[in-house]
Nanobody, 111 residues
Framework: EVQLVESGGGSVQAGGSLRLSCTAS????????MGWYRQAPGNECDLVSVISSDGSTYYSDSVKGRFTISQDNAKNTAYLQMNSLKTEDTAVYYCVICGYWGQGTQVTVSP
């Protein structure tokens, strides 16, 4: 059974940092692209960042320069380092690999 488990969410003040983790079980993702999405209340789910199997990365304009995506294949874990957080970053964050979605982790940024 394939499972993705996110962790690392929480509440932080604007300007703070959080690091999200996504650990996969049931398969290895070193040959797959991996993405982080987020959904704020009342909004659609938006793509935040992607890391490809070749290590190339993509960031949405809203997080470029503040977020960093990475992965540790030995741990089957991907990360999203989020710095200089803004209130508009408040959302549930999901990791997605090969069409599988994690359960999401809440990030709340207060003024």
């Amino acid at each position: 059974e394939v499972q993705l488990v996110e962790s690392g969410g929480g509440s932080v003040q604007a300007g703070g940092s959080l690091r999200l983790s996504c650990t996969a079980s049931g398969f290895t993702f070193d040959d797959s692209d991996m993405g982080w999405y987020r959904q704020a209340p009342g909004n659609e789910c938006d793509l935040v960042s992607v890391i490809s199997s070749d290590g190339s990365t993509y960031y949405s304009d809203s997080v470029k320069g503040r977020f960093t995506i990475s992965q540790d294949n030995a741990k089957n874990t991907a990360y999203l380092q989020m710095n200089s957080l803004k209130t508009e970053d408040t959302a549930v964050y999901y990791c997605v690999i090969c069409g599988y979605w994690g359960q999401g982790t809440q990030v709340t940024v207060s003024p």
